[in-house]
């Protein structure tokens, strides 16, 4: 079809969309099409929107406590800082800091209460570089207490383990021999250490209920970890260039070495959340399926309705698929403008919870973490999900418009 054909379709479509109707059903079964559109599209906007306020707050708790890059080993669990290029690492411009890490599980026993833990161990001024201490909520993170290491744990961990900030009992830290074992003697096979607890931190995430941190030294010596480190921790200057720093950073390194971001540190998380928005996006945009099928019956009505006209078009000159195309363009506008005024409405019910906090997560004097609904709307969901809206309204307007052909009531004129 020509551009005039196609502007004349629409501009037919766009009549019979307004014009008043011999049944008044059609109208009826138009407009609830329309409405139960903007309501299913206003529904996925604000559900989207809140799905990626949540995922935006709990990926903000991950990455303040993730270093800007996290360098580990392609192959192995730990290597050498004699063959990894420190010192050229803290001399590119982008780098502030780059950190020796020791991490990796370990028993921490407390009194009589025991629990498997990660032991991740940090250098000096880890803590005040990498903002932890606004996280501590009992206790301080200093790292040395009368020559004795000191643990900084999550809230969970302190918890479980029920640790007593005011006493001065140590924490006992067990973690199998690298080396030699005897197999006669079992408690010969492990290394013991102790900590002394200082502080309890809370990230809102699983650190706090799966790690302790401690002096790099302490757990070097625990696991025999003679001048290694299991990862390096690199952290950016303010207003770094982050892809022009990775590439600067694997220039460095080489390819012995995995590269990790912040989001890749946590990748399983964000796979998780990016999988159940998906489903979210998919059982939605099945109620949006539902709501268009409406379409159907109104063209259905509308093409009955519309007989003489269609018959004066084609004794006019009018192509078969000039006049098909005038009932997609029918069925799609009805589904666009309910679309439109669906995605606005989501907007607008977004901008009010955005700024009023209308809707509160609990009650009853509750206290949460998030005390109400975050939302946060991104340009990328309703482009998708007009597309979706789109596609749905095209896919239900050609059914009863490329069955014209097929119709007896049109045979007559020659259709």
């Not at 973690?175 to 074992?181: G, H, L, Q, S």
């Not at 302490?218 to 390096?232: A, C, I, K, P, Q």
């Amino acid at each position: 079809m020509s551009r005039e054909a196609h502007k004349t379709a629409f501009f037919l479509a766009w009549r019979y969309l307004f014009s008043k109707k011999e049944h008044n059903i059609i109208n009826v079964i138009s407009g609830v099409s329309m409405i139960g559109i903007m309501v299913s599209t206003a529904a996925l906007v604000v559900v989207l929107s809140v799905f990626n306020g949540m995922s935006d707050i709990i990926g903000g708790w991950f990455n303040a406590l993730h270093a800007d890059y996290e360098i580990t080993l392609r192959e192995g669990k730990s290597f050498s800082t004699d063959s990894f290029p420190m010192a050229r690492l803290r001399q590119l411009p982008e780098v502030q800091a780059v950190n020796e890490i020791v991490c990796d599980m370990a028993l921490a026993q407390y009194d009589d209460r025991q629990e498997l833990l990660y032991l991740k161990g940090v250098p000096a001024g880890y803590f005040r570089n990498n903002h932890f201490e606004q996280m501590i909520i009992d206790g301080d993170a200093t790292m040395y207490k009368m020559d004795q290491p000191c643990a900084v744990m999550g809230s969970g961990v302190a918890g479980r383990l029920e640790v007593n900030l005011l006493s001065y009992e140590l924490m006992k830290v067990y973690y199998p021999k690298r080396t030699k074992k005897n197999f006669a003697n079992p408690a010969d096979a492990f290394n013991t250490q102790y900590l002394m607890p200082s502080g309890v931190l809370s990230t809102n995430t699983n650190y706090d209920e799966n790690y302790i941190f401690c002096p790099i030294g302490f757990v070097r010596e625990l696991m025999n970890y003679d001048g290694e480190v299991t990862s390096v921790e690199v952290e950016l200057n303010e207003g770094a260039n982050l892809s022009r720093a990775r590439s600067q950073i694997a220039g460095v390194v080489g390819d012995k070495y995995i590269i990790k971001d912040q989001q890749e540190q946590e990748d399983s998380l964000y796979k998780t959340m990016k999988s159940e928005k998906f489903m979210i996006y998919l059982i939605l945009a099945f109620i949006l399926i539902l709501a268009a099928f409406n379409i159907i019956g109104a063209l259905g009505m509308l093409i009955l309705e519309k007989k003489m006209d269609t018959a004066v078009l084609f004794s006019m000159g009018a192509s078969k698929s000039l006049i098909q195309r005038v009932f997609v363009y029918e069925g799609m506008l009805v589904s666009a403008l309910g679309g439109v005024a669906g995605t606005l409405l989501g907007a607008f019910v977004c901008f009010l919870q955005q700024v009023f906090h209308i809707v509160k997560l609990g009650g009853g004097g509750a206290h949460y973490i998030i005390p109400y609904y975050p939302v946060q709307i991104q340009v990328a969901d309703l482009l998708v999900v007009m597309a979706t809206i789109l596609l749905i309204s095209l896919l239900t307007s050609l059914i009863p418009a490329y069955n014209l052909k097929k119709s007896a009531l049109y045979r007559n004129t020659a259709l």
